[in-house]
């Protein structure tokens, strides 16, 4: 099945604000774009908290809300931007005031809470790093990256200091204090953020801050194994906020949303730093998944972009239309998906069910924001992650044995040739390029090969310059002589009614080397059963041919990372009887009751 592209004039009602692909890359160029920040005042560098915050406070935004968060209960929170620039000072101060300085580990262990919000910027003010962690993790994951981070600082509430930091704590010298949010009386070994923020002075100036100056220590979403940490520094903020302007459409009267986990690199580059930089309101939910809540949370809040995972959408897509019709939904205007590939099953979803087609990016914990997007200025390709860009320069760079790029004597070469298969690469310079893997100083070299950023993902460039993911390079499957990227496969499985998601991986085949296995997830209404195989197999041949599975699971709950990414080295290492390896991103599954909607939590 070939999907017709969906043109820009369709994206949106209002029409985007930048038309012209290739204008806009030719005129683009960082140093320009520079002059849209602030910097900090008499030249004394730039700093992303004076970017997102202290820059609005002589402006009419000033008394604008910047962060509405509702609570798991349905309660809203608002903090305009002059609320914030006094509560991130009162935080900066607070981290002063015990000693805490300059290049420092900051690590939040926090749901989405304005805690968060001010911890994170007051964190960045006194120019300490921040590492959030997500605040599912068990105490292992926080004692392992507490440990590789170097943690000096931590601020969590009392209940996660109880359930999961008290044991750990022992076993952590170097973490010095311990902020428990909340104004209670702290446990030994702990302080009471409240308190002390209360007795903080309201003023505090940001040091000189060196654009390279560490700011952000993200540790990635293992999908492939042991988590590293990706260094990032202040420059970043450029990248967040041009980026943001393009591939999200994001405008300073928007409002926002964005369902990232906090924990992971898109929560914190796009769900705090961009949207606030542009000075426009951010939304946060601390509920779980709910396709109900979600609707109305966009429906209430009178969201204008969002910007969630492909996951999600496809959680929504097994509702059916029937629940999005009944909210309105007329205040949206762009929604963007990232983590993984977007099928273009769903990417088209969202034109019948959203009257919007969703917009698929692609980037990485390293690349700090998106570099390739299907945005605003684009027509979409359903399926395809877009064009690169404007300041990116991306391409597709030949293999060798290993899958990855082959490097000659330092030397790479390019595929000019549309629609090749290899190792998809950006020319470094970006604002947000991360600047090391924390004590792997030999693993970031290794990164990088003949003038290019290798991005471990493998990919093709089509003839308009559209690049589509293939697989990462360490998921390709090779059956009887053929390569097969496990994504091809779950996206012609979901255009099966049945299929609601799968998750495909490569079986040790003594004939073919590898045999193609899907995992399945159906949609409600369908019955697992041998009937049901047979026909999915069926249909993947006709599909596909050599490349369809020959093996068909049916799984209700595929297991995911946090951000949302079906973890098919899990599925792998689960059907071969493996060790799991470190499986300490691994969402819970929600199971979904074929049928029925979770009951409504209130807001
Ligand atoms: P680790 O590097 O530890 O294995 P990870 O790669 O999952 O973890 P992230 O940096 O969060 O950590 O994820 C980036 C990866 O997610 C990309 O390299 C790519 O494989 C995948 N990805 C992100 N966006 C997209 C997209 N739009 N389409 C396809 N794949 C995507
Ligand atoms: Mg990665």
Redesign the pocket.
Known sequence: MTWDPIPKSRQQADGANLTDYERERREFSWRAARRSLRGLPGGRGLNIAYEAVDRHLDTPRCDQVALRCVGRDGTVTELTYRDMHLATNRFAGVLRGLGVGRGERVFTLLGRVPDLYIAVLGTLKNLSVLSPLFSAFGPEPIRERLRLGDGRVLVTTPELYTRKIAAIRESLPGLKHVLLTGRGPAPEGTLSLGELMAGAPAGFEIAPTDPEDMALLHF?????????G?VHVHEAVLAHRVTAAYALDLRPSDVFWCTADPG???GMSYGVIAPLSLGLTLVTDAGEFDARRWYRVLQDQRVNVWYTS?TALRMLMRHGGAPAGEYDLSELRFVA??????NPEVAVWGLHTLGLPVH???????TGAIM?GNFAATDIKPGS?GRPLPGIAAAVLERGEDGRARVVDGHVRVIEEPGVEGELALRPGWPSMFRGYLNEPERYANAFAGGWYL???IAREDEDGYFW?VA?ADDVIKSAGHLIGP?EVESVLMEHPAVAEAGVIGKPDPMAGELVKAFVTLNPGFEPGDGLRLELIAFGRRRLGAVAPKEITFDQSLPH?R?G?VMRRLLRARELGLPEGDTSTVEHPVPMVPGRLKPLASP
């Open positions: 990635t979403s293992g999908t492939t194994g042991r988590p590293k990706v992971w690199v898109t492909p998906s990232v983590g993984e590939p977007l698929d990016n692609w980037w990485q914990t390293e390739i992650m991005s471990g993902d993911f990462r994504f990372t951000s990414k």
